[in-house]
């Protein structure tokens, strides 16, 4: 008899405390999606910062570099804005749609890479590649573990 009351008092305390787990993760989900997004210009601001230490950036590289910087991050943002509207409304992208955004993605990132070269030393340009195949790196790592999770839900 004791046993089983003590059994009984163990399941409840672990269903109890499974179920707190699952709300402190929905609890933390909401506090993530209701932040603020920052501006484009305060995202352009830390990048050119961030490159600035990375790459030991001279003040006329820092202004040419903020300028393209913050032009693709007002891009971005309104192709963000853009792609969210149309979800909003439930369209699907069709494949010719996902072709050009892709094609327009790509563009973008060769002329971005066109003119880092043109603003940056040889070595500088180089740090700059390592920092971009890096970030590559953990953004594929990051989707394959993102996609590994969707197929486990299905």
Known sequence: MKN????????????SFAQE?????????ARTTEREAMTPEQRADLRVKQMTLELDLTEKQRTEIKKIVLENSKKAEA????????????KTMTADERYALQNERLENQIAMKAEMKKILTQEQ???FEEKQAIQKQK????????NKNKEQKK
Do not use: N, Q, S
């Open 79 to 90: 192709k963000r804005a853009e792609l969210k509207a149309k979800k909003g409304e439930g």
């Open 21 to 29: 787990k699952e709300t402190k993760k929905t609890e933390r989900h």
């Open 4 to 15: 089983a009351i003590v059994m009984a008092l163990m399941v409840i305390g672990f269903i």
């Open 139 to 146: 953004m594929t790592k990051k989707r394959g573990y993102k």
């Open 125 to 127: 340009f180089e740090k």
